[in-house]
Each structure stands twice: as C-alpha cells, then as structure tokens.
C-alpha cells in the first residue's frame, strides 16, 4: 500500500516565502557570527523601561532577545523601571505624588503601590513573558539577598530670595550605596536571567523607591559589565543638527551636557552612562526601545541602533 506524499512545510506566518528570504536570513546570522564570539562570555546589564514595555509587540520582541542572548553565551542582567504604571496606580487610588529634579516624593503610602506595581505586577510580566519565549528567568527587587542596600536620597534647592541651599527630603527614595554581586554570579552560572525591581533597603531596613537608570547603572559597575544597555523613547544624543550621534566619548558628552546640545530628560541619562563607565563598564550605549529588536541591531550589526558612550 503505497503512502501519501507528504505536504512541503509551510512557510511561517509572516516569515520568509521564497528561497531569497531564506538567503538572506541566512546572509544576516553569518554577518552577526563575528559579534556574537566577540560577546559570548560577557555581562550586560539592560534596563528596560519606557514604550519598548507598554507596547504588547515590542514587550514580546524584548523576551525573545534576552533568550537569544542567553543562547549565545552572553550573560543578561535585565533592570526594569515602571513610571508610568505606578503612576495609573496612585491615581486610581487617589494618592497625590509630586516629583523633584525627576524623582518622585515617596512616602509611606507611596512606596507601597510603588512595591506593589514594580516587584509584584510589573516584575512578573516580564518574568513570565520571557519564560514563556523559552528562557529561564527570575524575578528580584533589592530587598533580596541584600542586594541593594541604599542611602535615602535628598536634593538641594536654592532659594531665590535669600540664595541660601535648602536640603530637600523626597521621602522614601534610595540612592544605591552597595550592590551584592554574588547573588547575580550565581544566577549566571545557572543560566537563569534576573529580572531586577528598582526597590532597595534604607539604613534602617526601611523599603526604598530608586531611579530604574540610577539601579542600572550602579549594578553594571558592581558586576564589571561589558555593557550597560539603557532603552529609551528616542533614537540616542543627538547633536545641534538632530543627528544621531553613534559614538562618543565621555569628554564630548560632558561638553554638549555643558553647551546645552543634551538637554532635559536625556541629562540624567547620559550622567548615568558616564558614571558606569568611569566605574569600569566597557562601554554605556542609550538605545531606541521603540525599534525592533534594537539590542540585537545595537551588539550585532555594524551601524548600531543608539549611541554608544566609551573611554578613547
């Protein structure tokens, strides 16, 4: 009895249809081959915020790239913010907040729903999506294993009447002062991705509200990164012509932070590269988390997809 031909398989939905994409999907992973030996091994530390979180594409595309990565060999440490959501929060609960140079005045009833929205809904969104993509991720906040251990954060003010520097007390907001290492070497060697909620623990054990960038940045330091990653909602610095810039170095930075060329809300971040970096990360690149898949566009093709701030 003879046996049916069998069907030729489907291409996949929305994939390559004919031998020219097959090609050329093929002609891509053999350009990135060189950056991906020149990656396997090393940390990077991602964070992870903005519209590349809000959008449901964007989110999915993020989770399968951290699994890529870790197929690889590379090591990724993955920091996510959440403003935007605890903000939702604090409004359907009637809780006013207000923010000081960025950072938002946190008190006793705020830090709750900010605990609450960041290592509880927000934190196990991206844990259980980038398991579901085939990886092997963990969710954390700084409050495990002594892993952020913090300072509580104030600002200065001048007055200008008087001239005189007011200290400003913004609550329960943590700079980070000690990052415990050990517990993300051991997630390495196990190959098991943290997820990491910007929550630390203040000197009196009290729970703390952190910059998602300042985190970032400060854990990059601590695990001797090879790169701090910092997704955002625009392409990178760009210069007085609106031009991306996609390489610089530190003393440029600061000289177009000086003449005014970065401004607004792109300071902090840059500051944030800038302070990695002088603490020994290989290099700080600030990436446009709206494009897809912009970490793999950034570490394994030649033009990059941000702009990377490196020592000369």
């Not at 994409?21 to 991602?46: C, K, N």
């Not at 897809?292 to 020592?311: M, N, P, Q, R, Y």
Request: glycine content about 12%; overall charge neutral.
């Amino acid at each position: 009895m003879s046996k049916k031909p069998k069907k030729p398989a489907k291409a996949p939905k929305g994939g390559p249809k004919s031998s020219d994409d097959w090609l050329g999907q093929a002609a891509v992973l053999s350009e990135a081959m060189p950056y991906m030996r020149r990656h396997a091994g090393a940390t990077f530390v991602i964070k992870y915020g903005g519209h590349a979180m809000g959008d449901e594409k964007l989110a999915d595309l993020f989770a399968r790239d951290i699994v890529l990565l870790r197929q690889i060999g590379i090591n990724p440490i993955v920091v996510h913010g959440g403003g935007p959501q605890i903000a939702k929060m604090l409004d359907r609960l009637k809780i006013k907040s207000e923010f000081i140079d960025g950072l938002r005045v946190t008190d006793e009833e705020t830090v709750n729903v900010v605990e609450m929205v960041l290592s509880g809904s927000i934190n196990k969104q991206i844990v259980s999506a980038i398991n579901a993509a085939g990886g092997f991720a963990i969710g954390l906040s700084g409050k495990d294993g002594h892993l952020i251990k913090c300072d509580k954060a104030t600002r200065t003010m001048r007055d200008p009447d008087s001239n005189i520097e007011k200290v400003l007390d913004l609550g329960l907001v943590g700079e980070p002062k000690e990052i415990n290492p050990h517990i993300l070497e051991l997630f390495d060697k196990s190959d098991i991705t943290p997820v990491i909620a910007p929550i630390g623990v203040g000197p009196k054990g009290e729970t703390l509200n952190i910059n998602a960038d300042t985190v970032a940045g400060a854990i990059a330091a601590a695990v001797g990164a090879k790169r701090l990653i910092m997704l955002t909602d625009v392409a990178g610095v760009l210069d007085g012509d609106g031009q991306l810039v996609t390489d610089i170095t530190p003393d440029k930075a600061r000289a177009l932070i000086k003449d005014g060329t970065i401004d607004g809300g792109m300071i902090p971040k840059v500051e944030t590269c800038l302070k990695a970096v002088e603490k020994g990360v290989g290099g700080a690149v600030i990436v446009d988390g709206r494009v897809d898949h912009a970490i793999l566009v950034e570490l394994f093709t030649e033009g990059g997809a941000g702009t990377l701030i490196k020592s000369a």
